[in-house]
């Protein structure tokens, strides 16, 4: 009888392991960090992009963002809104355009303080023939876009 008992608790268990593990794997603010784990004050300090660590994370506005050191850390806690990139991180210039391109955090820049990124350097060259225009026409977009998935564009 106890061997019965213990093998319906074991399944229990496992059931219910098994639905919490699915309800965050819907959620893919879990799994999915922001910049692509890619440090966003390094691009502000070491002026390149820099891979964050596990051992320092953050969360804001529902994104986790992954830091290279505690200080880092630290100073995007004291002004997130200095470091997080524009328009979600989406390409600068996919927002330009009406739509939400997934950016290469290694594929940046930083105008006016503010840190942009671009789908990829093809992308980017078309970006800087005209960067003030295309953050004009960003900037006027993603009020229009910001809360339609990329498949909605």
């Known amino acids: ?4 008992t213990t093998q319906i608790i074991a399944g229990l268990a496992l059931i219910v392991g098994i639905s919490v593990g699915q309800s965050f794997a819907a959620d893919v603010r879990h799994s999915t960090p922001g910049l692509g784990g890619y440090d966003p004050v390094a ?3 070491a002026g390149k992009p820099v891979r964050g660590s596990g051992y320092h994370v953050m969360e804001y506005e529902g994104v986790t963002y992954a830091f290279s050191s505690k200080d880092h850390q630290k100073r995007f806690a004291e002004d997130p ?3 997080v990139p524009a328009f979600g991180g989406y390409c600068a210039y996919g927002v330009a ?3 939400k391109f997934v950016s290469d955090p290694e594929v940046w ?3 006016d303080g503010v840190l942009y990124l671009n789908l990829d350097k093809g992308i980017q060259g078309k970006w800087e023939k005209d960067i003030p ?3 004009k026409k960003a900037n006027t977009n993603w009020t229009e876009i910001k809360e339609k998935s990329p498949g909605e564009l």
């Open 97 to 99: 355009v009406g739509k």
């Open 133 to 135: 225009g295309h953050i």
């Open 81 to 83: 809104g200095k470091y």
């Open 1 to 4: 009888m106890k061997r019965v």
């Open 43 to 45: 691009y502000f300090t």
């Open 109 to 111: 820049k930083i105008v």
